[in-house]
């Protein structure tokens, strides 16, 4: 099975390239433009194709042959989409009906878009589902949202099957660009410097390994007839300062942590999970992975690439 991965070669995009290869019958093609991701970041045999979304031509030279999308390419900062706005929207809502317009015209018909959950719905009381009524708090959920309109339309309308799949927060392994708490924390405690976290801690997020995510998105690509949204969480809330404290059972003695509380930023959630009762009903998804055991893999990735670069310990 031929598969296009667009920002394959991001965080989650790499580890979905290393689960598929893993798992064998998988012929993958990668458009990334190296904005964050390298290349050099995948050992596992691709055919790579540098570019960006937005470029139409290089898209449909990267769907010749391909039997479905996975479509990670995106915008993901809610913050630096309030203050760019219009790149986000170039990106994240242009970039996909790029996308979109190309399969139709290469009558490739199945897609699975990654999309977001708390970011689309706005401060609702947990935990989300897929049939709240999304009310955007910044430019970049509401790209999303336009996106998912835009993948049911292509499926009433053209018969693509199309799959939209709202992640909770997502760590694990190979997230050396990433900004997510996890990522950053471990970053900082390499580095020797304090833990920020914007408000008092008490904030709740849905943190989902990355493994367990990427057998959700197998699951999606394999499923004919599969359409519509779906949660992909654990359905577990759990503040920052449960998450710190987690950290501190992971983590060696002699990398000390101190934490340093700021304000509040405009535009973040306060608290979100997800329920995933449609995703392991009707996806089999089941995320397996114990918070502790989970930060563990990606504590011990940490520390072995620091070892081999130092481009992981700066952020």
């Known amino acids: 099975m ?3 991965i667009t ?16 798992k064998g019958g998988y012929q993958i093609v990668v458009l990334d433009d190296e904005s964050l991701g390298k290349r050099s970041h995948v050992a596992e045999p691709i ?21 479905a999308v996975v479509h990670l390419a995106a915008h993901t900062r809610v913050v630096e989409s309030m ?7 170039e990106v994240n809502v242009n970039g996909t009906f790029n996308v979109l317009s190309a399969m139709r015209a290469a009558g490739i018909k199945r897609i699975v878009n990654a999309s977001t959950g708390g970011a689309i719905l706005g401060e609702v009381p947990p935990p989300v589902h897929e049939e709240m009524v999304a009310r955007p ?20 309308a053209y018969g693509m099957e199309a799959v939209s799949l709202r992640f909770s927060n997502v760590y694990g392994a190979r997230s050396f660009h990433k900004g ?16 920020v976290v914007y408000g008092d801690g008490s904030q709740i997020r849905d943190f989902v390994f990355v493994e367990d995510l990427c057998q959700g998105i197998e699951q999606a690509i394999l499923q004919d007839g599969i359409t519509g949204v779906y949660q ?3 359905g577990i809330p759990t503040s920052v300062n449960t998450l710190i404290d987690s950290m501190k059972q992971v983590v060696p003695e002699q990398y000390p942590i101190h934490v340093q509380y700021e304000d509040f930023r405009r535009g973040e959630l306060r608290e979100t999970f997800c329920d995933i009762s449609k995703a392991r009903r009707e996806l089999n998804f089941n995320p397996a992975t114990p918070l502790i055991e989970g930060l563990q893999v990606t504590w011990d990735w940490f520390v072995n690439s ?10």
Request: glycine residues 10%.
């Open 2 to 4: 031929k598969i296009l």
């Open 47 to 67: 055919q790579f194709i540098k570019g960006s979304i937005c470029d139409r031509s290089l898209v449909d030279q990267a769907l010749v042959g391909v039997d």
């Open 180 to 195: 997510s708490v996890v990522a950053a924390f471990y970053k900082r405690i390499l580095a020797n410097k304090p833990l």
């Open 232 to 234: 992909l969480g654990t």
């Open 137 to 156: 708090t910044a430019p970049y959920g509401a790209s999303k949202l336009a996106v998912e309109g835009y993948c049911s339309a292509f499926n009433a």
């Open 7 to 22: 920002g394959g070669l991001g965080f989650v995009g790499t580890n979905l390239i290393s689960h598929l290869t893993k």
């Open 83 to 89: 203050e760019n706005p219009t790149y986000n929207f």
């Open 306 to 315: 620091q070892q081999t670069s130092r481009e992981t310990v700066l952020i």
